[in-house]
């Protein structure tokens, strides 16, 4: 318990204490030590959540179980790295005039409030708290991604701030509903929103209102998940923050959005056999993975590049969630964490590449392999995973997700592997030049801080080769979780 | 059933629906931003008086705290701040046109009410409480701030679309379940007081980044060839 508590406190303690202090030179380095300190306690947590089973905190405030401790050991986990990245690369920001003091407070301090809020979303019980920390996160990221106060960053962040509003108000309007039904089977009982009394009685909720209710919510999730049609924020904001929130936006925000689309699946499912929620999430989820593969070829800038990566990538997770069945949801839960390793990885690396070429724009960036090999090689290898390439992870999570659809649905195998191979030649068509073309005069190599990319790499390349055997019963007893059936 | 069957407090329940549904109709037409400013906390006071309500007739007195808050908050805070914000941005006098024609718009608004009725049905059928004909309302009042959003063009107008949409919300908790537990209310009340803090911070940047408040000036970021 002990340890839950601790791993929400680091975070908020750092936000108030980076409030404070956050210009300092010395302060990147605070915010690592937080974040290292976050991790730790989490690896704690981890470790007695396996152990023992479930935790329900005494106030039956927190609770957490196999499926969202690994989330918070991987958002820990990419926290950390990310903030080890950070500290360099926004001294050189400030080096370069792009962002003065009180901003650099504002954006450490945010930092740690992301950070918490979305620990606070995936170890909650209440249902409408889930809601409040997911709205919370929104407001964190919000002037984060403004940060460097262009016109483009500023549009970038109204949009975000309005399109998740509005957003995300239709999944209150949901959970409204989800609390009506529950109120009819515990009537006037303070506890109907806690996920801990819902999920046993799951099967009594009324039918009509969950299926309702479950429109609202996959529309307002979906939008922070970044589903096809309401994804129009994600590039923006993606883009044109700063690269360590790119890489925490893209690599942890949009699972904390499909975790709780997922809750409530689990929450919808035994009261409606006819498998609406599914189906719903197989529909949008293919609709983003096509689109999104398709939009890949049209961009010009690296970051909305990668961007459009995420909303694929998002999108075959909701598909798998959405067909269910053991198989699909141990590899869509696997993709959740090599996702966000090598998304946040690449995320870190395009930084490095946009400090080289002093640009993000895809046409100008040359010859990186030929200006700093290492930079270079690790961009080239993070999109070859990122693509799907054996023998990295995502390619295990996705043939794990293609053999359960061809189980399920084969017909739909069809459009998947379409969409995996446009999708490859949209990253390929902009990565060759990138990485072998000529370099053009003046671009010089950038102190890189490659390390955290290397781990994240060497992680999923090890999940791709061998997935040691405590992650598999770990996440099998996740997917025991979410749809009553284990794979082993 | 009749209106004038029913006991006296749900026959106010739904006036006082109805009439918080008319000022969303009002926020959707208002062109002067300090009147679209009343209307809102109006809409606010109309809120209130309907929590004060539910409250004292259902007997859950944490309802009282919400309504207090809904005081506070979208009466007092969110109408001055938004007010002091017009004075000091200088833009009190400027009136928009509401983009696509305000009389299509209206029609738009009230198909949107219609629909809102359609999506209601099951729930009407189900619902024990005295308040069921208003979950339908408090849709629409939420359907009708979107619309508010996507049809305006100021920014501050946005924003009380924006918060129109919150009132509908918390209508809908009050009227459908009596207000959700304490701990959720507090959590959102505190996210949207952030919310609305944040917007007056965004309105300075904007202005700063494109010498208006008008967004459809923000239009830099396009997909694709630039």
Redesign the interface.
């Known amino acids: 318990m002990t340890a839950l508590y601790l791993t929400l406190l680091f975070p908020l303690a750092g936000t108030l204490l980076l409030a404070v202090i956050g210009h300092w030179r010395r302060a990147g380095m605070v915010n690592t030590l937080i974040t290292v300190a976050t991790f730790a306690c989490a690896v704690r947590l981890a470790l007695e959540v396996f152990n023992r089973g479930p935790l329900l905190s005494p106030g039956k405030m927190f609770y957490v179980d196999a499926f969202n401790v690994y989330l918070i050991l991987l958002n820990t986990l990419v926290g950390m790295t990310t903030a080890i990245f950070s500290d360099p690369y926004m001294a050189h920001e400030v080096a370069i005039g792009r962002v003065d003091d009180g901003r650099m407070r504002l954006y450490h301090a945010m930092f740690q409030g992301f950070l918490l809020t979305m620990l606070v979303a995936l170890s909650t019980n ?1 249902l ?2 889930l ?3 997911v ?2 996160v929104t ?1 964190a990221t ?2 984060l991604v ?1 940060l460097y ?4 960053s ?6 975000y ?2 399109l998740c ?2 957003g995300i ?2 999944a ?2 949901g ?3 989800i ?2 039904a529950a ?2 089977i515990l009537p006037g009982s ?1 506890e ?2 806690l996920w801990s009394v819902l999920y046993s009685r799951a099967s009594e909720l ?1 039918p ?2 969950l299926s ?1 209710a479950f429109v609202f919510l996959l529309v307002g999730y979906g939008t922070k998940v970044g589903l096809v049609p309401l994804h129009n924020w994600l590039p ?1 904001a993606h883009s ?1 923050g700063p690269t360590p929130m790119s890489a925490i936006l893209s690599g942890l925000l949009l699972n904390i959005a499909l975790y709780a689309l997922v809750r409530f699946k689990m929450l919808i499912d035994p009261a409606l056999p006819g498998g609406l929620p599914g189906k719903m999430m197989m529909g949008f989820g293919l609709l983003s993975f096509t689109v999104a593969a398709l ?1 890949l070829h ?3 800038d690296v970051k909305r590049l990668f961007s459009y990566s995420s909303i694929e990538h998002m999108g075959l997770m909701t598909f798998a969630f959405g067909l269910g069945g053991p198989l699909a949801t141990f590899g869509a839960l696997l993709h959740m964490i090599v996702h966000s390793l090598t998304k946040s990885a690449l995320f870190v690396t395009v930084g490095h590449v946009a400090h080289v070429a002093g640009t993000q724009s895809m046409d100008k960036i040359r010859g990186l392999i030929h200006t700093q090999p290492l930079l270079g090689w690790t961009f080239l290898i993070g999109t070859v995973a990122i693509a799907g390439f054996p023998p990295f992870g995502i390619f295990t999570s996705e043939f794990l997700l293609f053999t359960a659809t061809m189980k399920a649905t084969p017909w739909l195998v069809i459009p998947l592997l379409v969409g995996l191979c446009i999708a490859f030649a949209g990253l390929f068509r902009h990565l060759q030049l990138m990485v072998y073309g000529d370099p053009p005069a003046g671009q010089t190599p950038v102190v890189a801080n490659i390390w955290p990319v290397i781990l994240h790499l060497a992680l999923v390349l090890w999940l791709g080769v061998a997935i040691p055997d405590v992650l598999v019963r770990w996440l099998d007893q996740a997917t025991i979780l979410v749809v009553g059936k284990g794979v082993l | 059933m009749a209106l004038a069957q029913l006991p006296m407090t749900e026959q106010w329940i739904l006036t006082l629906a109805a009439l918080i549904l008319f000022t969303s109709f009002l926020l959707l037409a208002q062109a002067r931003l300090i009147t679209l400013i009343h209307t809102f906390a109006w809409q606010g006071v109309l809120l209130c008086l309907a929590t004060v309500l539910v409250a004292s007739t259902s007997g859950r007195h944490h309802l009282f705290i919400s309504a207090a808050m809904t005081l506070v908050l979208k009466v007092f805070f969110i109408p001055w701040q938004l007010r002091r914000l017009v004075v000091r941005l200088d833009i009190r006098r400027e009136v928009e046109t509401v983009g696509g024609g305000a009389s299509l718009v209206m029609i738009g608004a009230g198909a949107l009410t219609l629909f809102s009725y359609y ?1 209601a049905l ?2 009407r059928a ?3 409480l005295a308040t069921r004909n208003t979950i339908a309302v408090s ?1 629409a009042v ?1 359907l009708i ?2 619309l508010m ?1 996507i049809t305006r063009r100021k ?1 501050v107008a ?1 924003v009380i679309g ?1 918060m129109s ?2 009132n509908g ?1 918390f209508f ?2 009050v009227v ?2 009596y207000g ?5 209310e507090l ?2 009340a ?2 949207v007081l ?2 609305a803090i ?2 007056g ?2 309105f300075f ?2 202005r ?3 010498g208006s408040l008008d ?1 459809d000036r ?4 396009r ?4």
């Open positions: 209440n409408g708290l809601w409040v920390a709205e919370g407001l919000v002037l403004s106060r262009t016109p483009e500023i549009e970038a962040g109204w949009k701030f309005i509003g509005v108000a239709q209150l309007f959970t409204v509903l609390y009506f109120e009819r303070d109907s929103l009324e009509t209102v309702l923006d044109e939009l049209r961009q010009r | 999506v099951p729930i189900l619902s024990l849709l939420i701030g979107m959003i920014a946005q924006f949409m919150e919300l809908a908790a459908a379940t959700m537990p304490m701990v959720v959590g959102v505190f996210d952030v919310a944040l917007f911070i965004f940047h904007i700063a980044g494109i967004v923000l239009n830099r970021l997909e694709g060839d630039k």
